[in-house]
């Protein structure tokens, strides 16, 4: 399995970034792919995640701010985040399972968060005023 995040870089306060995550080797029917990203110090957040069925979901958190959504031809999850602010920079990971079950723990707990197997190496957001 390889995930390779794009996309990240510096944007002032109130811009929008798109992130990209090409995902490969995951089962085509069985699989749960999610955005996270982590402050220093901090354990890794969910913020989106795609089942194989094509259902999506954003963490509350973030809702309002940032859309993810699948190419529709390739096996990309983009993520979508607009009204950046300072307290969105991070290191922004990608990450995945082989598991459409995992999808359906709830994306805020540590479950959801070890249930992932597969991780990117990350894209960094830094966002300025």
């Known amino acids: 399995v390889q995930l390779v995040e794009s996309g990240g870089g510096a944007v002032q306060t109130g811009g929008s970034l798109r992130l990209s995550c090409g995902f490969s080797?995951?089962?085509?029917?069985?699989?749960?792919v999610a955005w996270f990203r982590q402050f220093p110090g901090k354990e890794r957040q969910a913020l989106a995640k795609?089942?194989?069925?094509?259902?999506?979901y954003v963490a509350e958190p973030v809702q309002g701010r940032f859309t993810t959504s699948k190419d529709a031809n390739e096996n990309i999850l983009y993520l979508q985040m607009n009204d950046l602010t300072s307290d969105d920079t991070a290191q922004y990971y990608c990450?995945?399972?082989?598991?459409?079950?995992?999808?359906?723990?709830?994306?805020?707990?540590?479950?959801?968060?070890?249930?992932?197997?597969?991780w990117g190496t990350g894209t960094l957001v830094t966002i300025s005023s």
């Open positions: 795609l089942r194989a069925n094509g259902q999506t």
């Open positions: 080797g995951l089962p085509a029917v069985t699989y749960c």
């Open positions: 990450a995945a399972v082989a598991s459409s079950e995992v999808c359906s723990y709830d994306i805020r707990s540590n479950t959801f968060r070890l249930g992932m197997r597969y």
